[in-house]
DNA sequence: CTCCATTATTTGTATATACAAGATATCTAT
DNA sequence: ATAGATATCTTGTATATACAAATAATGGAG
């Protein structure tokens, strides 16, 4: 005897959960997936199954599974199907702040450095990182992560002042009640660039390493106008940096 | 002569752009709010007065709303309208990784240590947290945030071993080629829990105060099964923490 | 004017239908 | 058997319609 077919085990769920079609087919997945059930790459009902099996609309189905695309648990392609996503070992979140966690996973002490923080006007550049008008004004701050007590990355963030507004480097000690926006970007395809390059003469101090050592760059596309960070991460060089060897794989 | 009315705002940059319809009125309400033409509070056109005013059906209007209801753009309530959301301070990323955003928005040095780091079997609390099952195998983490050299935050991680596989403490060293997932919560209403808790001897003494001043606790639920880590954190008393004014105030 | 019932407005959900576009399977002519 | 045309399946988008539920506006009785 076969496995229970997808679309039997999608109705068994379905019918013990309370609440709206739409968000009942969706936990129902979710469910399946999260347990193990459904492993990556396997083929989701369709449409047109779940129209039959469930008895809900084609577009109450439509809906369920263009929210789990969106969460990242399934992959949707016109005309083939749909299928259970590969788990994202590296967001565009954890690419944004976690370099302690990867440190801490190694049972390493982590400590992290403000070396800069100046008000500036956006150059060109950055004035397409961060999605805004050249000559905006924005923050720039470097930051220096170590691990233990060696220097791992380099961290360099160009922040939308816009968006973080009463700030003022001058300001900063008085203005202590005020805050700034920091948001996620989606975690979308295609949003990483790795890059190898020489670090500069002052990149290389920080990081103890010569200019001629070739290090990981990382960028991440800003989500247009919707961040307000834009942060270029230059890695020290070296076998301490496997656990980042998948970047931009996909 | 008025101001223009949000319809015709709309229209003239939904007019514009290529694409589906649903993402053309996305786009433009985006663009109009980031731009600060439409300020947190503004009432939105109605999905009716979409369907009259752009020539789309209700349910396209309603797509797009609801996408950014779900971006945190607006917010909706049946019933009344429709209305530019209020920018989130504190979302659930930020909530997750950066109070080291804070510290440097002040000028301050950030620096954050590793107290404890166990490999365990979770109790029923922790379980429910994370989405995973009574006993099932974690990691308890413990990290101390300091603002230049005093301790503003204790931070404690629950982190589920079996998303992170490959690790136990003892290999810890050896298995540095591993990775684990980390995953943002998506930031929605009523994800928040802030209490104002004692301390214990042992976090009171880590943050150096004492067991009788009352701390701000701050836990963002899991999202179902999708995250590994769990995160509650003891913030410092003080005006130090005039920034976290804001948590729960929804 | 105040209170209450009624009506209108607005969003949330669900369905049926339609066409477009990409991918695959099938059939046919050679 | 191969190549090309055709049909089928799948998802993406768009519309029209319907009812439910929450809120706001209106109107009438007292």
Tied chains: 1, 2.
């Excluded at 997808?6 to 019918?15: G, N, R, T």
């Excluded at 979710?30 to 009902?45: H, I, K, N, S």
């Excluded at 390493?209 to 230059?234: F, H, Y």
Aim: aromatic share 6%.
């Amino acid at each position: 005897m076969a496995a229970v077919k997808p679309i039997e085990a999608l109705k068994a769920l379905f019918d013990h959960i309370e609440g709206p079609a739409y968000a009942r087919i969706r936990q129902s997945i979710e469910q399946l997936v999260a347990d193990g059930e459904w492993q990556a790459g396997l083929t989701l009902p369709s449409e047109a199954e779940m129209v039959d099996g469930l008895g809900v609309s084609r577009m109450t189905a439509n809906r369920a599974m263009r929210e789990l695309t969106e969460a990242g648990v399934v992959e949707r392609h016109r005309g083939r199907g749909t299928f259970v996503a590969e788990q994202k070992v590296l967001s565009a979140l954890y690419e944004v702040h976690d370099i302690a966690a990867e440190v801490l996973a190694r049972g390493k002490q982590h400590h992290a450095d403000v070396i800069e923080l100046v008000s500036a006007h956006a150059t060109a550049e950055e004035a397409m990182r961060l999605g805004v008008m050249t000559h905006a004004p924005i923050f720039r701050s470097t930051v220096l992560h170590y691990e233990d007590s060696l220097p791992i990355q380099l961290e360099q963030r160009i922040i939308n002042a816009k968006l973080a507004p009463q700030y003022d480097q001058q300001d900063l000690q008085k203005h202590t009640a005020h805050r700034y926006l920091m948001k996620a970007a989606p975690m979308t395809e295609g949003e990483h660039l790795v890059e190898a390059v020489l670090p500069s003469t002052e990149e290389a101090t920080l990081l103890q390493i010569g200019t001629e050592q070739p290090c990981m760059q990382i960028r991440r596309r800003t989500w247009a106008n919707k961040d307000i960070v834009s942060a270029t991460r230059l890695l020290s060089p070296g076998n301490r940096f496997e656990l980042f060897g998948r970047f931009g794989a996909n």
